[in-house]
């Protein structure tokens, strides 16, 4: 089982990015998937979450409303759109798959910074 995240990188606040999380080696039409990440000495936490079948949706308060997530069991990836991001924002953001198992990738960095 493998999941990769990319999509990360540096962004002005206010700014937009679009991160991906592509799975292998799992029957992701099963399997829930979330957004976590984790700053700099502070524990990770949930972003965002949605159902195997993409109609549920689920969101941290601090990001409602600016961040999107959603899922093509076609193409075995999960997004996580992005916007109008904050310094605070700042993290390496965790793609997690969940169904009777676990699974997180490695992870991808995003900075918000000016």
């Known amino acids: 089982v493998q999941l990769v995240e990319s999509g990360g990188g540096l962004v002005q606040p206010g700014g937009s990015l679009r991160l991906s999380c592509a799975a292998s080696?799992?029957?992701?039409?099963?399997?829930?998937m979330s957004w976590y990440r984790q700053a700099p000495g502070k524990e990770r936490e949930l972003v965002a979450g949605?159902?195997?079948?993409?109609?549920?949706?689920n969101y941290a308060m601090s990001v409602k409303g600016r961040f999107t997530i959603s899922k093509d069991n076609a193409k075995n990836a999960v997004y996580l759109e992005m916007n109008s991001l904050k310094p605070e924002d700042t993290a390496m953001y965790y793609c997690r798959a969940s169904w009777i198992m676990e699974y997180w990738g490695k992870g991808t960095l995003v900075t918000v910074s000016s």
């Open positions: 949605i159902t195997s079948d993409g109609g549920g949706k």
């Open positions: 080696g799992v029957t992701f039409s099963r399997y829930y």
